[in-house]
């Protein structure tokens, strides 16, 4: 079985964050390890306090995974401060195995969730690592790229680091469309799926990546790991549990329902 490292933040209503990453691991199959970096009061309706772990004790947490198990993959999450980003980012230059940062600073509702002087700091990672998956608000914060906007499509496209756009909802005739745009090499893939009208989005951000993350570790290729990410993310919307008094956790049991076309 192949093992998995995801290095993020805890969400205590099981959603988002560790808990998630966990949850779409085993759906593919694959051991979940984890690095906590913060601890966050949470549920739904909002996240009320976050406590940050010392640096020093994430990277005893990584260190022990290390010594223990044959990491094939990691998956990066919430980091919250430049401590922590520095000294991931310290860790992950030597390594030589897929690793997918999904630069967590701001919600899909455009709450900041990466403190300020953190920004800058994050950009210390993007050359290590095999595939960065912004939304479409952490697009424009790290990269100044706007749907639709050539100038910030050439930077995006000329970065030497794949990244992937999350999440835009796109119209034609009388369909919608959720979009995820691959960027790489001065090229684009485009994934597409029927846009689920549901308000059950918490931790899809999280899930997503970590699929693709768990999809890297068995091998696939990037283009196909996503793909398959994407097929995940639909149907575990399409049978979320709808709990919760905002918006809801998806179903990851019954996305990795799904799996049999890895």
């Not at 949470?42 to 223990?68: H, L, W, Y």
């Not at 401060?81 to 701001?106: R, S, T």
């Not at 999350?166 to 994934?191: G, I, M, T």
């Amino acid at each position: 079985m192949k093992v998995v490292l995801s290095i993020a933040g805890s969400d205590s209503s099981g959603g988002a964050g560790i808990q998630a990453d966990l949850k779409t691991f085993e759906a593919f199959n694959v051991f979940g390890t984890t690095a906590i970096t913060v601890l966050t009061a949470q549920n739904t309706t909002g996240v009320e306090q976050i406590v940050p772990m010392d640096a020093s004790f994430v990277r005893k947490q990584i260190e022990m995974v290390f010594k223990d198990f044959d990491v094939a993959a990691i998956k990066i999450g919430m980091l919250f401060n430049k401590e922590i980003i520095e000294m991931v980012a310290n860790i992950i230059q030597d390594l030589d195995i897929p690793i997918v940062l999904d630069p967590v600073a701001i919600s899909k509702a455009g709450s900041p969730l990466l403190k300020d002087d953190a920004v800058k700091a994050m950009h210390t990672l993007f050359n290590n690592v095999t595939l960065i998956t912004p939304n479409h608000h952490e697009a424009y914060a790290f990269f100044g790229y706007k749907h639709g906007d050539k100038k910030s499509l050439e930077v995006i496209q000329s970065l030497t680091t794949p990244v992937l756009v999350k999440h835009y909802a796109v119209e034609l005739a009388e369909d919608r469309f959720s979009v995820d745009q691959l960027y790489f090499q001065h090229q684009k893939r485009v994934f597409q799926s029927a846009l689920i009208e549901t308000s059950n989005l918490h931790g899809t951000g999280c899930s997503y990546s970590s699929a693709i993350t768990a999809n890297l570790a068995l091998g696939h290729s990037l283009e196909k790991s996503v793909s398959i990410a994407k097929k995940f993310i639909t149907h575990a919307l399409i049978k979320a549990p709808n709990i919760g008094y905002g918006p809801g956790p998806i179903n990851h049991k019954v996305g990795g329902e799904y799996v049999e076309y890895a």
